[in-house]
T-cell receptor
Framework: QKEVEQNSGPLSVPEGAIASLNCTYS??????FFWYRQYSGKSPELIMS????GDKEDGRFTAQLNKASQYVSLLIRDSQPSDSATYLC???????????FGTGTRLLVSP | DTGVSQDPRHKITKRGQNVTFRCDPI?????LYWYRQTLGQGPEFLTY????????KSRLLSDRFSAERPKGSFSTLEIQRTEQGDSAMYLC????????????FGPGTRLTVL
């Protein structure tokens, strides 16, 4: 079992719709969770971080964390074509500094 | 620009050659990380430094790979006797090293081994 799992996609949504990206992780001691956006050929760019169960909102982005289910998600409201990218879920275990990444979900937002 | 910088951005080399990459972290960031990313995969952790001390190394980091951060500022990653399988994007990230730490990535160095 992979440590961090994401559906590779592509996830296709029309402009203005809500995009829902999901991630599961296997290590129960994980304590920090991050979503990075990566455009083709570019490096990862931090979108959101979340540490506690529940929702965290930042503009059009909402991160949701459920530690009991070992599940973290990212919602993008009013999706724009410029949101088309690969979204990487990353997890950091307690006592360790490295991030463990999923393979990413490719999002396509059509005009 | 006060973000993480990496040099060179692209490197093409022949198999068997040595290459060295440089990373300059965000000013005052104590932690510096190296990751490797191949096509279709997420970044994979290689190693990290707390100031000048190298505190963790991945099993991915074979003895052909060495990293240094001599003065706790910039870091170098050297690959000796490159192989075609070393072709990847090499990413550097840095973080403040306090509390709920967040890593910020540089633009990466894309290595192609012919």
């Amino acid at each position: 079992q992979k440590e961090v799992e994401q559906n590779s996609g592509p996830l296709s949504v029309p402009e203005g719709a809500i995009a829902s990206l999901n991630c599961t992780y296997s290590d129960r001691v994980s304590q920090s969770f991050f979503w990075y956006r990566q455009y083709s050929g570019k490096s990862p760019e931090l979108i959101m971080s979340i540490y506690s169960n529940g929702d965290k909102e930042d503009g059009r982005f909402t991160a949701q964390l459920n530690k009991a289910s070992q599940y973290v998600s990212l919602l993008i409201r009013d999706s724009q074509p410029s949101d088309s990218a690969t979204y990487l879920c990353a997890v950091n275990a307690a006592g360790f500094q490295k991030l463990v990444f999923g393979t990413g979900t490719r999002l396509l937002v059509s005009p | 620009d006060t973000g993480v910088s990496q040099d060179p951005r692209h490197k093409i080399t022949k198999r068997g050659q040595n290459v060295t990459f440089r990373c300059d972290p965000i000013s005052e960031h104590n932690r510096l990380y190296w990751y490797r990313q191949t096509l279709g995969q997420g970044p994979e952790f290689l190693t990290y430094f707390q100031n000048e001390a190298q505190l963790e190394k991945s099993r991915l980091l074979s003895d052909r790979f060495s990293a240094e951060r001599p003065k706790g500022s910039f870091s170098t990653l050297e690959i000796q006797r490159t192989e075609q399988g070393d072709s990847a994007m090499y990413l550097c990230a840095s973080s403040l090293g306090l509390g709920k730490d967040t890593q910020y990535f540089g633009p990466g160095t894309r290595l192609t081994v012919l």
